[in-house]
C-alpha cells in the first residue's frame, strides 16, 4: 500500500510538472518576439509605457530611436526615460538615424514641445545607451533570427529599417511582420492635406519598406483618429493613482490640445499608442489587405500614402491598412496595463 501511495504521488508529481511545462511553453509560443523603433514624441512615450507593462504577451529585444519628432538626441534620451519609468532597464535603448534618406529632415517641436515631451519635465536617464548603432543592430538581429519571427513595431519615420534593408535585404528572413503607425487615407494628413507625419519625414524611407516584400501593417490616422481621449477616459487612467498613470494623464492633458483645437474634437488621438494595442489585442482593429503606395515626388501630394482601398488598380495586396477600432476597448486595454507599472 505504501509503495503503491508513493507511485501515486511520483505520478501526480511528474503530471504536474509536465503541466506547468507545457503552460509555460504555451505562453512563450504566444509571446511575441518585438523591436519598437520609435522617435518620442509624447505619444510614443504612451507607447511605450504600454509595450513594457506587457511583458507576458511582448517579449521586447530592445528599443530603436530615429530622428523624428524631435532630433535624435531628445528621441532617445526620451526612449531611455519611458524605460526608466516603466522599471525595464534591462530593455537596450539603440540610436539610430539622426537625419532621413534624402529629404531634409523636419520635426515636429510645436506639437511634441521642444523636448519631444510637453506636459512633464525631462531628465537625462541613469541608464545609458547600448552601444552600436540602431541600424547594425537590426542587421545583426535580423540575419541571425529564426526565419520570420520577429516582429518590428515602427512609432516613427522609417529610416532605421530601411537603411538596415539597403545594406542587408536578406534579413527580411528574420521578420515577422512589420507594424506601422503612419500614413492616411480618409482622414486626410496631420502635416499637410493629405500626408501623415511620419512619411512626410522620410518617404524614401517608407517606399524601401513597402518594397521589400515583408508583411505590413499600416495603423493609419483614419483609426487613430476615431480612438480619442474624453473626459471620463482621462478620469479612467488618473484614477489608477501611481507614477505611470500620473505622467501618461499629465502627457495626454497636454498633448491631445493641439489636434482637438485643429480638428475641433471632443479628444484627442493616441497614435502610436493603437500599435501596442494592435499586437496585444488585434480583435479590437478591423481593415482590409491593400495595396499602398508613397508619393515621394516634390510636390503637394508628396509623402502621401495612396490606398487602393476599393481594388480599383487589381495591384499586389502589400499591406493590411487598419480602418477601424474600438475606442473604449483601446482605454481600457491601456488603463489595465499601465496599472502594472509603479
Known amino acids: 500500500m505504501y509503495r503503491y501511495a508513493q507511485k501515486l504521488h511520483h505520478l501526480l508529481r511528474s503530471l504536474l510538472l509536465l503541466s506547468l511545462m507545457t503552460a509555460t511553453s504555451a505562453r512563450a509560443a504566444q509571446q511575441i518576439d518585438l523591436i519598437i523603433d520609435t522617435d518620442p514624441g509624447a505619444d510614443d512615450v504612451v507607447a511605450l509605457l504600454f509595450a513594457l507593462a506587457s511583458p507576458q504577451e511582448l517579449s521586447i529585444r530592445a528599443l530603436t530611436t530615429v530622428a523624428g519628432n524631435v532630433r535624435l538626441d531628445k528621441t532617445s534620451r526620451n526612449a531611455r526615460l519611458a524605460r526608466e519609468w516603466a522599471g525595464r532597464e534591462e530593455v537596450p535603448v539603440y540610436a539610430g538615424a539622426p537625419k532621413p534618406l534624402i529629404r531634409t529632415p523636419i520635426y515636429a517641436e510645436d506639437i511634441h514641445g521642444k523636448e519631444g515631451l510637453s506636459g512633464v519635465a525631462v531628465h537625462e536617464p541613469k541608464a545609458g545607451l547600448a552601444e552600436g548603432s540602431a541600424v547594425n543592430y537590426l542587421i545583426e538581429t535580423l540575419k541571425a533570427a529564426r526565419p520570420h519571427s520577429i516582429t518590428l513595431a515602427m512609432l516613427g519615420p522609417q529610416t532605421n529599417l530601411a537603411l538596415a534593408l539597403i545594406q542587408e535585404p536578406g534579413i527580411v528572413q528574420g521578420i515577422k511582420e512589420v507594424v506601422v503607425m503612419g500614413g492616411a487615407h480618409f482622414n486626410g494628413g496631420n502635416i499637410t492635406p493629405v500626408a501623415e507625419f511620419n512619411l512626410f519625414a522620410d518617404p524614401q524611407a517608407a517606399e524601401v519598406v513597402l518594397r521589400s516584400g515583408v508583411k505590413l501593417t499600416y495603423l493609419p490616422l483614419d483609426v487613430t483618429h476615431k480612438i480619442l481621449t474624453s473626459e471620463a477616459r482621462l478620469k479612467q487612467i488618473a484614477a489608477i493613482d501611481n507614477t505611470a498613470s500620473k505622467l501618461v494623464s499629465d502627457i495626454l492633458n497636454e498633448y491631445v490640445k493641439g489636434d482637438m483645437e485643429h480638428y475641433g474634437l471632443a ?57 477601424s477600432g474600438d475606442a473604449q476597448g483601446f482605454f481600457d486595454l491601456l488603463t489595465e496595463r499601465l496599472a502594472r507599472l509603479r
Not at 302 to 314: A, E, H, M, P
Open 267 to 323: 479628444g484627442g488621438p493616441v497614435h502610436d499608442a493603437t500599435v501596442i494595442a494592435y499586437l496585444l489585442k488585434p480583435e479590437l482593429f478591423t481593415g482590409r489587405s491593400v495595396n499602398v503606395v508613397v508619393d515621394s515626388r516634390e510636390g503637394p501630394t508628396f509623402g502621401q500614402t495612396i490606398v487602393d482601398w476599393y481594388d480599383g488598380l487589381k495591384a499586389p495586396k502589400n499591406a493590411f491598412w487598419v480602418e
